[in-house]
């Protein structure tokens, strides 16, 4: 399995306009709301919220979908 990642980490993502990268904000481990978004997250599933480093912008991310740079 994947190592967890850490606030700070720089990591990469996928999206529908291409890629991203920015850092690792927190780790979601039960279920919460990211701009009117519901972020289905649990101790045995959970996300990471990451910020863009070029908007600044946040999003949730499983630890499938981040590449640590």
């Given at each position: 399995m994947a190592k967890d990642l850490k606030p700070g980490d720089k990591v990469e993502w996928r999206h529908s306009q291409g890629e991203s990268t920015g850092k690792v904000v927190r780790k979601v481990t039960r279920t919460t709301?990211?701009?009117?978004?519901?972020?289905?997250?649990?101790?045995?599933?959970?996300?990471?919220?990451?910020?863009?480093?070029?908007?600044?912008?946040?999003?949730?991310?499983?630890?499938?979908?981040?590449?640590?740079?």
């Amino acid at each position: 399995m994947a190592k967890d990642l850490k606030p700070g980490d720089k990591v990469e993502w996928r999206h529908s306009q291409g890629e991203s990268t920015g850092k690792v904000v927190r780790k979601v481990t039960r279920t919460t709301h990211i701009k009117n978004h519901k972020v289905a997250a649990s101790p045995e599933h959970p996300e990471y919220i990451v910020e863009s480093g070029k908007t600044g912008a946040r999003a949730a991310h499983t630890r499938s979908g981040l590449r640590k740079l």
